[in-house]
């Protein structure tokens, strides 16, 4: 059985990758016993949309000269 920590970095990941089955069950059997991390999950999945609405709606393009800025500092490191 999977704790909190768990569930939440499976839940995590589960917005980038595909879990393999059994961690999908076991995230599955976790939310269906914890409402925390059901709550959790389903404010990831909000926040995740939300921004995708966000991004949609704007142009998201550094200038070139911001571009410049961030490869300069990046050189002094």
Known sequence: MLNCK???ELASR???EKLP???RLALKIHTLICRNCRVFMHQLRFLREAS???AIGYDLELSLEAKQRIANELEKR
Do not use: K, N, P
Request: charged share 15%; no cysteine; aromatic share 16%.
């Open 14 to 16: 589960a917005m980038d």
């Open 6 to 8: 768990q569930a939440s």
């Open 21 to 23: 089955i059994w961690s």
């Open 52 to 54: 995708h609405r966000f």
